[in-house]
Nanobody, 123 residues
Framework: QVQLIESRGGLVQAGGSLRLSCVAS????????MAWFRQAPGKEREFVAR????????DYTDSVMGRFTISRDRVKNTVYLQMNNLKPEDTAVYYC????????????????WGQGTQVTVSS
């Protein structure tokens, strides 16, 4: 089993920055990929970014390309999401997720989930 603990999100003004972190404990060596998803009120959960745990390759949804950066520190078993130039439409609960076998953008491919952290961007 792998446990994922996310850092606290926060309230930030539009154009500001915020960094989320997610620490993996337990059998973190079994992870193949980690990702961030988000869910805004009244909307379905959506993929934000993913990273290969071993190779470090990354992928992003179009709406955050060029603004968000996902990275990982394998020594610290931590994945980060650096969010710059935040927009009100980025307001959501952000979830960290880990996958044992896949490197995908569907939530169904992820086996482990964090508790979620609220990010609110004011206009």
């Amino acid at each position: 089993q792998v446990q994922l603990i996310e850092s606290r999100g926060g309230l930030v003004q539009a154009g500001g920055s915020l960094r989320l972190s997610c620490v993996a404990s337990g059998r973190s060596f079994s992870l193949n990929a980690m990702a961030w998803f988000r869910q805004a009120p009244g909307k379905e959960r959506e993929f934000v970014a993913r990273i290969s745990w071993t190779g470090g390759s990354t992928d992003y949804t179009d709406s955050v390309m060029g603004r968000f950066t996902i990275s990982r520190d394998r020594v610290k078993n931590t994945v980060y999401l650096q969010m710059n130039n935040l927009k009100p439409e980025d307001t959501a609960v952000y979830y960290c997720a880990g996958a044992r076998a896949y490197y995908g953008s569907s939530g169904f491919e992820y086996d482990y989930w964090g508790q979620g952290t609220q990010v609110t961007v004011s206009s």
